[in-house]
């Protein structure tokens, strides 16, 4: 399943429990929790360009599947890290104490980050 388009963030869960245990600092949590996002995604075979705007914050990150590259955590720390494809849509990566998984569902991309036992879920549905 091709991962190609563009996704408008709809909904998100303990947005701001997560964003503080990554260590993120109040004022920017407040500023953050009510902005919407969109992540546009280029796939080209096993490699992928994501790239996240939030308000006037883009974070691009780009990789090879099952390759290590350098990405960038929500926190803007950038973290060498390997990107796994599980069967033909779901991306799996783990950056130091942070696991996430996105999982594309039809229009929906559903994207689950977990530090501890703090989930954090974001659902976005595509728009083009």
Same mark, same amino acid.
């Given at each position: 399943m091709a991962f190609n388009g563009k996704y408008e963030l709809q909904s998100q869960e303990n947005f701001a429990p997560f964003m503080k245990a990554i260590g993120l600092p109040?004022?920017?949590?407040? %500023? =953050? %929790?009510? /902005?919407k996002s969109v992540s546009d995604i280029v796939q080209t075979g096993h490699h992928f360009k994501i790239t996240v705007t939030t308000g006037k914050k883009v974070l691009v990150n780009e990789f090879t599947i099952g390759q290590e590259t350098e990405v960038?955590?929500?926190? =803007?720390? %950038? /973290? %060498?890290? /390997?990107?796994?494809l599980e069967g033909n849509n779901k991306l799996v990566v783990k950056m130091q104490t942070i696991t996430s998984v996105t999982e594309l569902t039809g229009d929906l991309l559903v994207n689950t980050m977990t530090v501890g036992d703090i989930i954090y879920k974001r659902t976005s549905k595509r728009v083009s």
């Open positions: 109040d004022d920017l949590i407040e %500023k =953050g %929790k009510d /902005i960038e955590s929500p926190s =803007g720390e %950038k /973290i %060498k890290a /390997i990107v796994n």
